[in-house]
T-cell receptor
Framework: ETGVTQTPRHLVMGMTNKKSLKCEQH?????MYWYKQSAKKPLELMFV???????ENNSVPSRFSPECPNSSHLFLHLHTLQPEDSALYLC??????????????FGPGTRLTVL | GQNIDQPTEMTATEGAIVQINCTYQ??????LFWYQQHAGEAPTFLSY??LDGLEEKGRFSSFLSRSKGYSYLLLKELQMKDSASYLC??????????WGAGTKLIIKP
């Protein structure tokens, strides 16, 4: 257990569905992250929130919409996804985004399949 | 562009030693991380190096040479549970984490 939980663990959705991924951290951290992990590719950073403000958005398509209602919770809202969006979506948190030694702690991920 | 290179897959024998290499070209350097990720699980933090040299933590050690843009993770007395992917990541001058694609380590009895 890393102190970061994600639900659901697995999700299958059609291209016209709307769904949301949830992440919760119990570590008292100030920063939270969404990553996409595809097979044999580096982790792709999608969004970063620091103290509940979105500080990075790495050219992610608008069909992905993040929400951070407080420093412990992070959501990723999904709509009209494409089959190429199928991947493992990882949430992470860290104490201080701006520090060199700042370590990110990951949740177990949501395995998303888009049909 | 920024780049992290690590071997895609390695195989080793239980009880042996294995070295997983990572080379990087990044805009600046503010530290290098190693993570372990078992299949279907969260990546978990193993080590952080910011100064040159070897850091030892039990059976795992991590080495850094900033002048060569090079790091390795050394795993001793391999156990079957060490079968996992090992991810190398470098923090650049903007404090962004740049990730490698990971090395899948297979341990055979």
């Amino acid at each position: 257990e890393t102190g970061v939980t994600q639900t659901p663990r697995h999700l299958v959705m059609g291209m016209t569905n709307k769904k949301s991924l949830k992440c919760e951290q119990h570590l008292g951290h100030n920063a939270m992250y969404w990553y996409k992990q595809s097979a044999k590719k580096p982790l792709e950073l999608m969004f970063v929130y620091s103290l509940e403000e979105r500080v990075e958005n790495n050219s992610v398509p608008s069909r992905f919409s993040p929400e951070c209602p407080n420093s412990s919770h992070l959501f990723l809202h999904l709509h009209t996804l494409q089959p190429e969006d199928s991947a493992l979506y990882l949430c992470a948190s860290s104490q201080d985004k701006g520090a060199g030694s700042d370590t990110q702690y990951f949740g177990p991920g949501t395995r998303l399949t888009v049909l | 562009g920024q780049n992290i290179d690590q071997p895609t897959e390695m195989t080793a024998t239980e009880g042996a030693i294995v070295q997983i290499n990572c080379t990087y070209q990044t805009s600046g350097f503010n530290g290098l991380f190693w993570y372990q990720q078992h299949a279907g699980e969260a990546p978990t933090f193993l080590s952080y190096n910011v100064l040159d040299g070897l850091e030892e933590k039990g059976r795992f050690s991590s080495f850094l040479s900033r002048s060569k843009g090079y790091s390795y993770l050394l795993l001793k007395e391999l156990q079957m549970k060490d079968s996992a992917s090992y991810l190398c990541a470098v923090r650049d001058s903007n404090y962004q984490l740049i990730w490698g694609a990971g090395t899948k380590l297979i341990i055979k009895p």
